[in-house]
């Protein structure tokens, strides 16, 4: 069964279907509340094994990746758990268990939403 939530970096657009919760970073400053929202998320991606674990999902064929299959990345697989969780908390990654595996994905509105925001305009 897939593990969903509402991912805090993401609101829905009628017109796009998803937006970031914050304008670019080159349009204005950001609102104490936007920064709340967008912060998880850079901080999240601000550890370097997790962010080879998101790119390792993320670039993975099929666009998830089962745990086994991207788990070395240097660290034990407690270590790896750990981090994955923290990506999940972060609203970047969903799972679904199979079996004794858990295999990971990065919601395509989720690279959509963080491209809106690193956009320059």
């Keep these: 069964m897939s593990n969903t939530k509402v991912l805090p970096l993401l609101e829905p657009d009628a017109a796009e279907g998803v937006a970031p919760c914050c304008p670019p970073l080159t349009e ?12 998880p998320m850079f901080k999240a991606l601000g550890d370097p094994v997790r962010l080879r674990l998101f ?11 089962c745990v086994c299959d991207i788990s070395d990345v240097g660290v034990s697989q407690p270590t790896v758990s750990h981090h994955l969780k923290k990506l999940k908390e972060a609203g970047l990654l969903t799972s679904e268990r199979r079996g004794t595996w858990v295999y990971y994905r990065v919601e395509p509105s989720v690279l959509a939403a963080m491209g809106k925001l690193l956009t320059v305009r």
């Design 28 to 39: 204005r400053p950001f609102t104490a509340e936007e920064a709340d929202r967008a912060a």
């Design 55 to 65: 790119s390792a999902v993320a670039s993975h064929e099929g666009g998830e990746a």
